[in-house]
């Protein structure tokens, strides 16, 4: 339960401030260890659609998508 209100209050601040990469990259992993792999993958695009046009964000995200057997 304590994990799950990290979880909702780091998505509640990505809310708020879109532009926290490794907050974005920390919400997938942890959606993705929690077994909510559509939340992961909402998370993951929504994501890419904030960094769209930065290329090196954009490359951490897929590689994040790829470990995690995501699918992007």
Aim: net charge negative; glycine share 6%; hydrophobic share 40%.
């Amino acid at each position: 339960a304590m994990v799950e209100t990290m979880v909702q209050g780091l998505a509640a601040k990505l809310d708020q401030d879109g532009s926290d990469l490794p907050g974005w990259l920390k919400l997938v992993r942890a959606y993705s260890v929690l077994d909510r792999k559509d939340d992961a993958q909402k998370a993951l695009q929504r994501a890419k659609s904030q960094f769209s046009g930065n290329t090196q964000a954009l490359e951490q995200l897929e590689a994040l998508a790829t470990e995690l057997g995501l699918k992007s």
